[in-house]
């Protein structure tokens, strides 16, 4: 019988240095609703209108961001679930075993960097709504106009981090509550601003059929002209865009983080959610609704903010979705800032560290100009980490088929990894220099660079000693890791199983919150069927506005009731 004694070596290390405990892996339906939420967000309103100012056309869209999104579950599904699976490690301390501590520290210091200020970005977008709210003037410079928004801002991204402090189980709940909302009301949104285009350009309140709607997307959304009046980008661009925009996350295997507390690798499959619900569904809702708002208001979709935009999709319902939205998202990057600062500063918690990246994320969010900049933050930060990621898949999963060994230069005990750090810089240098030299389109560059970065690596890995054999450093980290699963074990056998909940009031009081869900979509569903003519339709519209609120106000207070059930037991 192993006692606390028989493991003082893993005693002093935070439990994110090791690698996930059996019993804290999830089912698939954890992460269904984490990316559920993260990726039906706030920003979806901005990029739903980015897409109709680069001049995409109705069947691009469809089709393209269709292909892309299944490419970007496939990204997910093979190349980074099965590395966080077969390790269970965050990228940031599987990194330091491959590449050692200063390129680790380095790489840390950047993902802090981009998640801080992705997280702040989508505070801010959740302070538009409360701004909106309180008629709070737009916030159109890089810096705050206004003392109030600064309030607003201070008070969500306290929120935010609150969430945040509380790790992964914390993070998949609220998320997990907030998904199947999300993706009612982004749908709802959707139908209820159609018939206000369908008048504007078809004289009706319905396209009659698939024609009808085609030709209302060519007229009045995506029409195939960019905001330069030149014609826009087309089905190749729109499968990149929508392939790339996570290459942060897949290529780049940063959701290592969330994938390591998987059971299996096919959950890699259950990004489909975010994907098909978040960058399918929800973009093509925020192209209608950004249009319908416009149509509405009189001016152009891209003068639009996301405040604005939910307001007459969704009424009062609007202000939530935008702020829902903002949240979910910011809460898992600031997680990931956490986790990547805390890897730097290995002697303090995660949770210290998630305080302090959160307090810069929150002062940073006061500062408009990210939100305004969030695309192209999001593209040069997926292709900063993107031979990262090529430098990791190249050692975990090529190394071992070609007679590699991995974790060699742990092994060496090599505190700095001349190939890695190579490998990155010059693959960099390729990157950014195809994109200078405009050799293929941008959306595409994650490819070549990942491809260019894995040859390198192995390469100089060659060189500097991955191909000798360590033998007794193996045997050594076999053990290590086989007393990291005892550890494990005898900690569980302390710990108390929490029971599921069963009983019938808790699932009465979920059918309640998904009957509210129902009623929305319901009232959704007649706006856009029920709707004969102009007077018809605004007062249908209305109708929805009030009680669209009355079931949010509803299915959150349930959800969250019967959450709090089913831990309470």
């Not at 339906?29 to 706030?42: R, S």
């Not at 003392?147 to 609150?162: H, K, R």
């Not at 408009?368 to 900063?384: D, H, K």
């Not at 869900?517 to 605004?538: M, P, Q, R, W």
């Amino acid at each position: 019988m192993q006692t606390n004694s028989d493991f003082k070596q893993f005693e002093n290390l935070n439990d994110e240095q090791l690698p996930v405990a059996k019993q804290k892996l999830h089912d698939w339906t954890h992460f269904a609703g984490l990316y559920a939420a993260e990726h039906v967000a706030a920003t979806e309103f901005v990029i739903g209108a980015t897409f109709v100012a680069l001049g995409a056309k109705t069947m691009d869209i469809l089709l393209g961001l269709l292909i892309g999104n299944v490419l970007a579950v496939l990204s997910w599904t093979f190349i980074t679930s099965p590395i966080a699976v077969d390790t269970r490690l965050s990228l940031y301390t599987y990194l330091n075993k491959i590449a050692g501590d200063s390129m680790t520290k380095l790489y840390n210091w950047a993902n802090v960097v981009i998640f801080s200020v992705i997280s702040a970005a989508m505070i801010t977008v959740s302070s538009t709504a409360v701004r909106f709210a309180f008629d709070i003037p737009a916030q159109l410079n890089w810096y705050p106009t206004n003392f109030w928004f600064i309030l607003i801002v201070l008070a969500v991204g306290i929120f935010v981090v609150s969430i945040a402090l509380y790790g992964f189980n914390a993070v998949a709940e609220f998320s997990g509550i907030c998904a199947p909302w999300l993706f009612v009301m982004f749908t709802s949104g959707a139908m209820v601003l159609l018939p206000a285009l369908s008048l504007d350009v078809l004289a009706k309140t319905l396209p009659s059929g698939w024609n009808d709607f085609i030709s209302l997307g060519n007229q009045s959304i995506w029409t195939g002209i960019n905001s330069d009046g030149e014609a826009g980008i087309g089905l190749v661009e729109v499968i990149g865009f929508a392939w790339a925009a996570n290459t942060i996350t897949h290529f780049g295997l940063i959701d290592m983080a969330l994938l390591r507390f998987a059971k299996k690798k096919s959950y890699g499959l259950a990004t489909s959610t975010g994907m098909m619900f978040g960058h399918y569904v929800a973009w093509i809702a925020a192209g209608i609704m950004g249009a319908g708002a416009a149509v509405i208001l009189g001016k152009s979709i891209v003068a639009l903010d996301p405040g604005d935009v939910a307001y007459y999709a969704l009424g009062w319902s609007g202000f939530v979705i935008v702020i829902v939205a903002g949240w979910t998202t910011a809460i898992t990057n600031l997680y990931r800032a956490g986790l990547a600062a805390q890897a730097i500063f290995n002697k303090h918690s995660r949770k210290k560290t998630t305080i302090i990246v959160g307090l810069v994320t929150v002062i940073i969010a006061c500062f408009p100009f990210v939100f305004s900049q969030m695309l192209p933050l999001l593209t040069y930060a997926g292709l900063l980490v993107v031979p990262v990621g090529a430098i990791v898949f190249a050692e975990h999963q090529i190394f071992p088929r070609i007679g590699y060994t991995r974790y060699w230069s742990s092994y060496r005990q090599l505190t700095f990894s001349t190939p890695a750090v190579a490998s990155w810089g010059l693959g960099l240098v390729f990157g950014f220099g195809l994109n200078a030299l405009n050799v293929i389109s941008f959306y595409y560059l994650f490819i070549p660079t990942w491809i260019f970065t894995i040859l390198l690596y192995t390469l100089l890995a060659a060189k500097y000693g991955a191909k000798q054999k360590y033998t007794q450093e193996e045997e050594q980290e076999k053990e290590r890791h086989e007393n990291i699963l005892k550890y494990q074990e005898y900690k569980a056998s302390l710990e108390e199983q929490p029971l599921k909940d069963t009983s019938g009031l808790t699932k009465i009081i979920k059918l309640v919150a998904y009957a509210a869900l129902g009623v929305t979509l319901f009232l959704a569903g007649i706006v856009l069927f029920g709707s004969k003519d102009e007077n018809e339709y605004v007062a249908n519209r209305e109708t929805f506005y009030q009680y669209a609120f009355i079931c949010t106000l509803i299915y959150f207070i349930t959800a969250y009731v019967a959450l709090r059930r089913s831990k309470s037991t």
